[in-house]
């Protein structure tokens, strides 16, 4: 199974663009890449998924290099309600059904 | 709208008891799980399901047994509640499809308290 690797913390203040990235070596061919975010005392929504090169949407872009054995999520301007867990995963393809969160890296956004 | 409801959001148990968590899922979604989260180790899987009367351990199975006896509900029994039991739990379903568009939702989360 494709395990990921990211930051436990990281720290912005508003207004400012977030990166956060994953490393995922051991993805499977056929395995997309997905992000969720979790609010204190909530389960973890999807926020964007993505196969290779770019992905964007409301909330956040995803880069993908062409070996794909990272990822990169882009939070542009966060606000204080940004402040939140993000998880990096690889489901689907070689990886199945299963769904691994790991730690994830808490992001806290400083007025 | 997607909805994956837990029983519970607060539980609390003695020691030795045998607790059942249940999660009911509306989305006829093949794929049932169950995890716990604990401060500083994030969300490790317990159990997964992926049809009725089908199992498979997650990362940390031992202390706990699950039942899908109906396609909508995956239940999390702990046999004999201890101390280290204490936790977040979180039910979350997903379709069966592989790929793309393989989103898992999640349940608000039982939080669980064994004294």
């Known amino acids: 199974l494709a395990k990921t690797t990211q930051p436990i913390s990281m720290d912005s203040y508003e207004g400012q663009e977030v990166n956060i990235t994953c490393s995922h070596n051991?993805?499977?061919?056929?395995?997309?890449i997905t992000w969720y975010q979790q609010f204190p005392s909530q389960g973890p929504r999807f926020i964007i998924q993505?196969?290779?090169t770019k992905v964007t949407n409301e909330v956040a872009s995803l880069f993908i290099p062409a070996d794909r054995k990272s990822s990169t999520l882009s939070l542009p301007r966060v606000s204080l309600s940004d402040t939140a867990v993000y998880y990096c995963?690889?489901?689907?393809?070689?990886?199945?059904?299963?769904?691994?969160f790991g730690t994830g890296t808490s992001l806290t956004v400083i007025p | 709208d997607v909805k994956v409801t837990q029983s519970s959001r607060y539980l609390v148990k003695r020691t030795g008891e045998k607790v059942f968590l249940e999660c009911v899922q509306d989305?006829?979604?093949?794929?049932m799980f169950w995890y716990r989260q604990d401060p500083g180790l994030g969300l490790r899987l317990i159990y997964f399901?992926?049809?009725?009367?089908?199992?498979e351990k997650g990362d940390i199975p031992e202390g706990y047994s699950v039942s899908r006896e109906k396609k909508e509900r995956f239940s999390l029994i702990l046999e004999s509640a201890s101390t280290n039991q204490t936790s977040m739990y979180l039910c979350?379903?997903?379709?069966?499809?592989?790929?793309?568009?393989?989103?898992?939702?999640f349940g608000q989360g039982t939080r669980l308290t064994v004294v």
């Open positions: 979350a379903s997903s379709l069966s499809q592989q790929g793309a568009d393989t989103e898992a939702f």
């Open positions: 051991n993805i499977a061919t056929n395995d997309y």
């Open positions: 993505g196969y290779k």
């Open positions: 995963l690889v489901v689907g393809g070689d990886t199945g059904n299963q769904f691994y």
């Open positions: 989305m006829d979604h093949e794929n």
């Open positions: 399901s992926y049809d009725v009367k089908m199992k």
